[in-house]
């Protein structure tokens, strides 16, 4: 397989703009559209990429597509839609989609793609915005084998660490579960701060001792404060969350498992949405937690 | 108060003889007590210990006790019993108890020692025997602040990080809540485990994600391995976290709450003490996980 020099990048917001950059930075010509033109132009004067007028034309010059967009419709749109990705690439072009999006979209893509002799990757990504800025994302990747290796160069050039997770879809199972678990570490120490503000108990102590032994977590590290100051300025939002978890609970169904833990989580991530903290950091199921421990009646 | 330079040490198991070693190498004159009375006489040969035949004996030549015993019943007992430490310590004396109580029963026993003009400190440790042995134990203290204060010298002998935590109980209630939250985190892990097993993803791609992310923890980095090879040497058994978790409910109750997530814990760990996984490591808890998550009939 001749080797990668020329990128499309479609979507370039927040995490896009950042990642398309590091692919110009690395050497790749990169091909860049974005629904506001504005984003690609900045992309084209301060790194040298090209702009193109459609998915279309940004694939049509290229022998690789970046889609980096919102959801499963999104990613389907941009590819397969009216002057789609899919359109401007010949055979032995190469699709790679960053975007969090289910398994089985993952999968559904992959096969209509694969039609055309086109190769597809799932390869979500995680971090935020200044990991995207520096290159070191992380990004777990399913499909061919021989395509993830080809794919290495252009992933190499965003993240720091790059693992294949398997066949079609498992990068973005990967990417559900890491977020599933960290949804329920982060409803446990909820749960726990609720209790010890409620037993009075000193949570400055109860968290230096947590960071220090058995309950540590990336999530105590990140969302304790936000918590114990019932800050939830968004920095992920909690009906993201929401949605992971039950992408989460769907492949679980599809896989013929249920999960006792994950639905309980799931019922929580809800009441929280319902009391109108969606669109608050995911910290804010501590208030469902806060809520839901309603005195026992004696 | 008298600067604290004579200590009993009542209970020379593995985690107490490596303490009281801390003591004497610290420079406190340290009056041993063992059931076993080989141990006493250990420390005193290698670390030049007083070997006492009673906790009486031992408290009598000393201004502070520390105890660190298995459970409430055995605290009771070195404390209050016949030839309990209590009958040999005058007005002024300070009660350190370092074994893992429930916060009711240390509040139960500072209540009756200081009867007796006594201080007492509810002072739970966490860290296993390698960090006893260097000293660099977590130790989390409740009562008061004037002989947690008095105690600070012959606990920093013993751990690296010392926490006040507030009044009498707290010490416990701190420790039990940090349990609550390992238990809850390693439940979580071993489901999204069993999960990716079930689904065909590659494990060893999901650890270094979630490692290197948000779904990373305590849990992950010592109980992953031992979770996916149903590797169950106890370091930890599960009975014991089991028992945590339920001192944990019933603190809660006590403190009018309720706490969805820790009853689901507990019903899980129940479950897999059931099946006969009580002395095995709480890395078990992955078989009541891969049992519960039957296939479901379509």
Do not use: W
């Amino acid at each position: 397989m001749e080797r990668i020099e020329r990128v499309a990048f479609i979507g370039l917001g927040i995490m896009g703009s950042r990642m398309a950059a590091n692919l110009c930075r690395a050497g790749f010509e990169v091909h860049a559209f974005n629904r506001t033109r504005a984003r690609s132009e900045e992309l084209a004067e301060r790194h040298g990429a090209h702009v193109a007028d459609t998915p279309r034309e940004a694939a049509a010059a290229a022998q690789a597509t970046v889609t980096m967009v919102v959801d499963s419709p999104d990613v389907e749109q941009v590819l397969l839609g009216e002057d789609g990705a899919a359109h401007g690439m010949s055979a032995g072009h190469l699709a790679i989609d960053c975007s969090t999006i289910s398994p089985e979209a993952s999968r559904s893509i992959g096969a209509r793609l694969r039609e055309r002799g086109v190769g597809f990757l799932d390869a979500p990504v995680t971090g935020s915005s200044p990991r995207a800025e520096d290159g070191t994302l992380t990004i777990m990747v399913g499909g061919e084998r021989a395509d993830y290796e080809r794919a290495l160069p252009v992933l190499e050039a965003m993240g720091l660490l790059v693992v294949y997770a398997g066949p079609q879809g498992q990068g973005s199972m990967v990417k559900l579960i890491n977020n599933a678990v960290a949804a329920a570490n982060a409803a446990a120490l909820a749960e726990a701060l609720v209790l010890a503000e409620r037993a009075g108990v000193d949570t400055d102590a109860l968290v230096r001792v947590m960071a220090a032994g058995s309950g540590d977590s990336a999530m105590l590290a990140l969302k304790a404060r936000p918590m114990l100051e019932r800050d939830f300025s968004p920095l992920f939002k909690l009906d993201h969350m929401l949605k992971d978890v039950r992408h989460t609970l769907a492949a679980a169904r599809a896989a013929g498992v249920e999960l006792p833990l994950g639905e309980r989580i799931e019922r929580l991530y809800a009441e929280a949405s319902e009391r109108g903290h969606g669109s608050d950091d995911f910290a804010a199921v501590v208030e469902a937690l806060d809520r839901e421990m309603r005195p026992i009646s004696r």
